[in-house]
């Protein structure tokens, strides 16, 4: 009896242990040599969740250009980005635009009814420059975004304002930071996995160029120059960032860092580079498109922060829970809108290659050659 008793407050005491564990199955992907704890750990539930989140749009492919077709700069009246594209292109640069930002709204969404040149309307002076930061990413961020790229819809997903942006929380900081703790800390936050982490490590990282540091060149806080400025609030900054990466890729500190040191490069895996390019570029969009003219007046009040700011990027912007943002669907290659004129391939030669060609193709790119090694 007493021994039924005893086994029962052992299930009882196990289940509530467990309780705050994750529910079985879940996956461990070794991305290392054995022993190194090189690996990633998956949770199919959750990957079920992002996956809804990632799916690509369906789309015609382009509109092959005229040798000498008129073009939509010498058409229309007044298009400043897309004037070299032939009117068909055009056309269906458009169509898709609205697919991407406004499905809901449609063309009239960024355009006076009846006359498609006025630029009343603040969401078509902001398209423009959309137009123009889209093809600045493609253009000069390939160590970040590669050939897979961005459209509009990796950060607007058929949304006119995208679902993961952030605004300055000056404010509730000083309201925080008022008692006694570091401002945003101890209240766990989205943005930092839910963690108590002081929740907006985006201003000092992602919009200026605070370093990212944990480990100080000397060991202990010094004075003036010589002093150890990556201080305990540092590093709960740069932990409340690591978090906030971690979590909108869905991946563990080990897709970018080996636990033997944080710090050592040579041992990282490549991704920490794709990263560090990443960290930089969202620094670009925010500081050179996002927060500045022309876009900080344009905005009217109810699209705009408490404090009056506009909405800028993060990594959860482009990636929304997936390693690469639509597990790397290469969308920008078909929308030679996206691309700046030298980067677009020419639609005429895709369609002229031969089927046999394309055939004969060595598979360099196969699965089994593109997966991690492991050795021992
Ligand atoms: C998300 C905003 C947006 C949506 C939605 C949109 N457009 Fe546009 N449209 C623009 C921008 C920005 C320009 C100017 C492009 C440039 O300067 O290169 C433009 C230019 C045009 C022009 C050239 C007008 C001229 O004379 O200068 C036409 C025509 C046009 N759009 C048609 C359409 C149609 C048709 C739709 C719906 C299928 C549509 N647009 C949906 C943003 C949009
Ligand atoms: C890197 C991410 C990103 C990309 C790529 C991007 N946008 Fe945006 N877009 C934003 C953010 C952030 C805002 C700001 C929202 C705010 O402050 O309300 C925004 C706002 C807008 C708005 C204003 C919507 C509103 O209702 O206020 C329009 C229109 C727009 N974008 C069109 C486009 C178009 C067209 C493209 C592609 C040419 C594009 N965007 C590409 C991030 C992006
Ligand atoms: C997507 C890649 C990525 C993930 C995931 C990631 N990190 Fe990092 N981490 C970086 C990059 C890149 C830097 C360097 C940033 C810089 O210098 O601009 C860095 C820097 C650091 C540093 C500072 C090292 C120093 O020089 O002082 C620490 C500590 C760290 N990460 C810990 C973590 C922890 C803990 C996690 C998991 C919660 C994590 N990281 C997840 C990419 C990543
Ligand atoms: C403007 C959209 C955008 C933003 C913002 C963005 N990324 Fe990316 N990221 C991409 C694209 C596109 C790729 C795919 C590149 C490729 O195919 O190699 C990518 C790839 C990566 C990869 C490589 C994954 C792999 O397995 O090879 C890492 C790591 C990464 N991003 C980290 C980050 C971090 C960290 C941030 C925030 C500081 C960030 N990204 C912000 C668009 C973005």
Not at 128 to 144: C, F, P, S
Not at 222 to 235: F, I, L, P, V
Not at 284 to 306: K, M
């Amino acid at each position: 009896m007493n021994k039924t008793l005893g086994i029962c407050g052992l299930v009882i005491t196990l289940s509530a242990l467990l309780a705050g564990c994750e529910r079985p199955p879940i996956i461990a992907v070794q991305g290392g040599p054995r022993g190194t704890a090189m690996e990633q750990i998956y949770n199919p539930r959750t990957l079920a969740k992002q996956a809804s989140l990632n799916v690509v749009p369906e789309s015609s492919p382009p509109v092959p250009v005229q040798a000498d077709g008129p073009t939509a700069g010498k058409t229309y009246q007044n298009v400043k980005v897309l004037g070299d594209l032939s009117l068909g292109e055009f056309a269906r640069t458009m169509v898709a635009l609205t697919a991407w930002v406004s499905p809901q709204q449609g063309c009239n969404y960024c355009h006076v009814e009846g006359n498609f040149a006025d630029e009343s309307k603040y969401t078509y002076v902001v398209s423009r420059r959309m137009l123009q930061m889209t093809q600045h990413l493609n253009g000069e961020w390939q160590q970040h975004v590669a050939s897979t790229g961005v459209t509009c819809y990796t950060c607007h997903r058929g949304n006119p304002v995208p679902q993961n942006v952030w605004y300055d929380p000056k404010k509730s900081r000083l309201d925080t930071a008022a008692m006694g703790g570091m401002p945003g800390m101890n209240q766990p936050a989205a943005s930092v996995g839910l963690s108590s982490l002081p929740s907006d490590p985006f201003t000092d990282y992602l919009l200026n160029d605070k370093p990212i540091r944990v480990n100080g060149p000397v060991p202990m806080a010094g004075k003036g120059a010589t002093a150890n400025r990556h201080s305990t609030k540092q590093a709960e900054y740069t932990y409340g960032l690591m978090v906030h990466m971690s979590s909108s890729l869905g991946v563990n500190c080990t897709y970018c860092h080996n636990t033997q040191s944080f710090q050592d490069w040579s041992i990282s895996p490549p991704q920490r580079t794709t990263a560090y390019y990443g960290i930089r570029m969202a620094r670009d969009l925010n500081q050179s498109y996002l927060n500045a003219e022309p876009l900080t007046s344009v905005f009217p009040a109810n699209r705009r922060g408490p404090n009056g700011d506009i909405a800028k990027v993060n990594c959860t912007t482009c990636h929304q829970g997936a390693f690469k943002p639509l597990y790397g669907a290469k969308m920008a290659q078909d929308y030679p809108a996206m691309l700046p004129s030298d980067k677009r391939k020419d639609p005429n030669a895709a369609a002229a290659l031969p089927a046999a060609a394309a055939s004969a193709t060595p598979t360099a790119n196969a699965p089994q050659a593109a997966a991690p090694k492991v050795g021992g």
